[in-house]
């Protein structure tokens, strides 16, 4: 069955980096957009960046300069490398693999594969 797991996360001060990773299983990821998704305390889920079979990216504005999406897939993972991280950063992310919708959505609702998310917290 499909499978997603993130991991990286953890506690970094303002302007710092972290890079997360999710690794799949139980589907070729090579024919598949995947994107990265994020949750803050108290906020609705939001979407953070995607990128497609062929390695287009797509970012949410909130993030665009400063984090990076990538794929491997021969290792079946992708990234998603955070630069000069702010506090309002601070939010579970979240793997999840596009099942319906148009190319490089980023719409909740057109993920229908989602990993159990890693917590990255950006504080002094």
């Known amino acids: 069955q499909v499978q997603l797991v993130e991991s990286g996360g953890g506690l970094v001060q303002p302007g710092g980096s972290l890079r997360l990773s999710c690794d799949t299983s139980?589907?070729?990821?090579?024919?598949?957009?995947m994107g990265w998704f994020r949750q803050a305390p108290g906020k609705e889920r939001e979407g953070v960046a995607c990128?497609?079979?062929?390695?287009?990216?797509v970012y949410v504005d909130s993030v665009r300069g400063r984090f990076i999406i990538s794929r491997d897939n021969a290792k079946n993972t992708i990234y998603l490398q955070m630069s000069s991280l702010k506090p309002e950063d601070t939010a579970i992310y979240y793997c999840?693999?596009?099942?319906?919708?148009?190319?490089?959505?980023?719409?909740?609702?057109?993920?229908?594969?989602w990993g159990q998310g890693t917590q990255v917290t950006v504080s002094s």
């Open positions: 999840a693999r596009r099942t319906a919708g148009h190319p490089f959505s980023l719409r909740i609702s057109d993920y229908g594969y």
């Open positions: 139980g589907f070729i990821q090579d024919y598949y957009e």
């Open positions: 990128i497609g079979a062929a390695g287009t990216t």
